[in-house]
T-cell receptor, first 114, second 112 residues
Framework: GAVVSQHPSWVICKSGTSVKIECRSL??????MFWYRQFPKQSLMLMAT?????????EQGVEKDKFLINHASLTLSTLTVTSAHPEDSSFYIC??????????FGSGTRLTVV | DAKTTQPNSMESNEEEPVHLPCNHS???????IHWYRQLPSQGPEYVIH???SNVNNRMASLAIAEDRKSSTLILHRATLRDAAVYYC?????????????FGKGTRLSVIA
């Protein structure tokens, strides 16, 4: 089946630095990818929709200048958390749709900002 | 997409069947019923989906009420590895390349 690879699986960074998370579709092309954030004991919250070759669409309340999304190819989308702060510590998950009904998710990236 | 209602948590004994309910009283004719589950510290994974008829696969069965206003995910023999949060999600097949919208799901605990 379709596979989405997300890297890194975990990262610890200092407050004020930037962190890049990669999401790759390994065996299919994804013109659109989705980025979610999940806080402990909560559900997944959609942050943004990443579109290949064009600007990402952000959900209300998500700062586009803080969470930079780049989707430069049909198999790679990246999320960069800029000037990270402890409140950005969370579990970030990407997803892509393959076929009419199939949504595949990455394994997630646990970000800890210290 | 229409909203779903699930119990916050459920508990099951190992090797017993588990029936996870989902209510979706405002479902439309083009809404498919999807089930995903999320194991601890992992991304969600697909379980099953259906439109009107009951569905079976190697992971689970999906029983859909005749009026489609509710559905039940059935795990035939729960194992410890089935402990996860199970999400019932409606998605309009005509909505194009849109994301899945997650509710709170049901946290399933499996007791040895």
């Amino acid at each position: 089946g379709a596979v989405v690879s997300q890297h890194p699986s975990w990262v610890i960074c200092k407050s004020g630095t930037s962190v890049k998370i990669e999401c790759r579709s390994l065996d299919f092309q994804a013109t659109t990818m989705f980025w979610y954030r999940q806080f402990p004991k909560q559900s997944l919250m959609l942050m943004a929709t990443s579109n290949e070759g064009s600007k990402a669409t952000y959900e209300q309340g998500v700062e586009k200048d803080k969470f930079l999304i780049n989707h430069a190819s049909l198999t790679l989308s990246t999320l960069t958390v800029t000037s990270a702060h402890p409140e950005d510590s969370s579990f970030y998950i990407c997803s892509a749709r393959e076929g009419v009904h199939g949504y595949t998710f990455g394994s997630g990236t646990r970000l800890t900002v210290v | 997409d229409a909203k779903t209602t699930q119990p916050n948590s459920m508990e099951s004994n190992e090797e017993e069947p588990v029936h996870l309910p989902c209510n979706h009283s405002t479902i439309s004719g083009t809404d498919y019923i999807h089930w995903y589950r999320q194991l601890p510290s992992q991304g969600p994974e697909y379980v099953i989906h259906g439109l009107t008829s009951n569905v079976n696969n190697r992971m689970a069965s999906l029983a859909i009420a005749e009026d489609r206003k509710s559905s039940t995910l059935i795990l035939h023999r729960a194992t410890l590895r089935d402990a996860a949060v199970y999400y019932c999600i409606l998605r309009d097949v005509s909505s194009g390349n849109t994301p899945l919208v997650f509710g709170k799901g049901t946290r399933l605990s499996v007791i040895a």
